[in-house]
């Protein structure tokens, strides 16, 4: 079964003390519309009714195909359930994939 009203967000962990980007979603069902990130460490935070997978991707070199982002520990960021993961992402283009 799909993830279904799902909640993500995608926040820079600043060098400060004040987030200096981000990208909310509200109660979607699909597979976002690409969005750009400047690079750095990001936490992705995801809150869903019902699951299936959410996945930040990154778009690759070819700017088609699109493949899950790396993470840091070896835990991509990729969540079956509610939680949160931070990584270190380069600068690109990225979506959030519900499957």
Request: charged share 10%.
């Amino acid at each position: 079964m799909a993830a279904t009203a799902v909640y993500a967000s995608v926040v820079r962990v600043p060098l400060g003390s004040v987030p200096t980007e981000s990208k909310s979603f509200s109660n979607i069902s699909g597979t976002t519309a690409a969005f750009g990130l400047g690079g750095g460490k990001y936490s992705f935070l995801v809150k869903a009714s019902t699951y299936g997978t959410v996945s930040l991707q990154v778009l690759l070199p070819d700017n088609t195909t699109w493949a899950t982002a790396p993470g840091d520990t070896g835990e991509s960021p990729s969540l079956v359930a509610d939680g949160a993961v931070t990584t270190d992402l380069p600068p690109g283009q990225y979506r959030v994939a519900i499957a």
